[in-house]
C-alpha cells in the first residue's frame, strides 16, 4: 500500500449549492421501463397506485429521486401527447419505431405520468416533440399542462379530470437533435429552437438539446446562436462505453473492458470541463445550466431478451460509474444542475429492475441513495491527489472524492477507488475540526457481482469501519472497487 492518496478540504473557498437535480432520473417509452416496470396497469394484482407500482413509488421516494425526464429519449421526437390523453380504451395505438418496433397504446400519458411524479415528489422534465412535431404541438401541451385559466387546452384538461394545472417547469425541446431527433446541424437546430421557445409560454426552463459526448461544436453554434434568454438549460448526452460496435457483456466482462468502462467514464470529467468552458465564453454569469441528460453504462442487451429493449444487469462496474460519475457532477455543480441516469427501470444503468411481482435494487440504486447527502447542500470545494490504477500502461485516476456541508451543518464526503485490486489509504485533511464520524461503504467480492431476483440483497450498504478521525486529519481504507460515503460532525 503506497499513502499517496490525498484529499484536502478548501472550507473557505466561495461555492455553491449542489443542486439536487444532478441525482434526476429518466424514464423512456423503452422495453419495460414504462410498460412492465413503472406501469403495471390498474387492473393488476400488483399492489399499485393508478396503476403504478407502489414498491416502486416507495423504493424512488426513498432515493430522493427530485427529477424524472419523460417520454424519451429517441422515442420523444415520435410521440403526439394527445395520442395519450382521455379515456384509455379510446386511444389510438402507435408503433414505437426506435425501441424494437413494438406496440405502443397510449394507455400511459400525460395525466399518468404528471400524476406519478405528484406521487413520487418528483419534477416532471418534460421532453418535447421537435423532431417529428408542430411548433403548435408542443405549444399546446405547455398550455394543456400549465394554464390555470380559461383556454382550449386547460378546457380539455379539466374534461379529462385534472382542475389544477401540473405547473412543469422543465421542457426538453427536441431531444438529440443531431441523431434520433432528426439529423440536423447546430445551425439548423439553433434556429428551429428558437422558434419553438418563442411558443412556449409561462414559466418554463427551457432545455436544448445538447451535445453528443465530445462534439464541441455543437455547444459552440448553439451557445452563439441562441439568445441567453430564450435558454436555460444546455443538453449533454455520454454514456460509459467501451465501443459502440462492441459493448461488451455487462456481467461477464474483462479487466481490460473494465479498464475501458472507467476510461469512458472518468471522461466525464473532461467533457464538462470543456463543454463549460465554451459556455462560459457567452455566457460569463453562467444563466445557462448544463444538463447531463443522458449518462451511465452501456452493454450488451441480455441475451435472449428484445434488442430493442436495452435491458442489461447491473454489476459493481456500475457503481463504480455512479460514484465516479456524482462526484464529477458535484464537483461541477456551478454549471452541471440537473442531470439524468439513463434509465430508472429495466433499461441499460437501472435502478431498479423487476420480474412479475418481484423488484431488485441495483448496486448503482444504493449508490445514489448514499449519495443523496449531496442533494441542495453546499459543495466543499476538494482537491484530489490520488494513485494511478494502471492497466496495460495506461492511467486512471484511481480515488475521486466530493463533499458537502448539508443545512444541520454535517459534512459529507464521498469517496470511490476504482482499482479492482488494490485498496487505497486516503488521508483527507479536512481544514476545521471535527468530532464524529460515521459511514456506510457499498463493497462486493467480485468486481462481477450484482443483484439478481434470488439474491436480492448480495450487495447493499453496510457499516463503515476503517476510518480514524484525529482533528483535522481523516485517515481512510477503501478496499478495491467500492464506494464510501462518511459523515463528519
Ligand atoms: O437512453 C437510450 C437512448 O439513448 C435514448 O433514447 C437516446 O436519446 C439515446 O441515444
Known sequence: LRAQNKVTFHPDAPTQTINRNIYGHFAEHLGNCIYGGFYVGDTSRIPHVNGVRKDIIAALKTLKIPNLRWPGGC??????????????????????????????????????????????????????????????????????????????MSDLRQQNGRQQPWKVRYWGVGNEAWGCGGNMRPEYYADVYRKYATFMSGNTFKIASGAN????????VLMKNIPLHMLDGLALHHYSIIDWGKKGDAVNFTEEQYFQTMRSTCMMDTLVRKHSAIMDKYDPKKKVALVVDEWGGWYNVQEG???????????MRDAMIAGVTLNIFNNHSDRVRMANLAQTINVLQAVILTKGEQLVLTPTYHVMEMYNVHQDATLVPVEVQSNSYTYKGEQLPAVTASASKDKSGATHISLVNIDPAKAQEITVQTGTAYRTISGRILASAKLQDYNSFTQPDKIKPTAFKDAVLKNNTLSVKLPPFSVVVLELK
Open 213 to 220: 459526448s465530445n462534439d464541441y461544436n455543437w455547444t459552440e
Open 305 to 315: 431478451t428484445n434488442p430493442g429493449f436495452l435491458f442489461q444487469q447491473n454489476t
Open 75 to 152: 422515442f420523444a421526437d415520435t410521440y403526439h401527447w394527445k395520442d395519450g390523453i382521455g379515456p384509455k380504451d379510446k386511444r389510438p395505438t402507435i408503433v414505437n419505431t426506435w425501441w424494437g418496433g413494438v406496440t405502443e397504446n397510449n394507455s400511459f400519458g400525460t395525466h399518468d405520468f404528471l400524476n406519478m411524479c405528484e406521487e413520487l415528489g418528483a419534477e416532471p422534465y418534460l421532453a418535447g416533440n421537435v423532431g417529428s412535431g408542430t411548433v403548435q404541438e408542443l405549444a399546446d401541451w405547455v398550455q394543456y399542462v400549465n394554464f390555470p385559466g380559461k383556454s382550449p
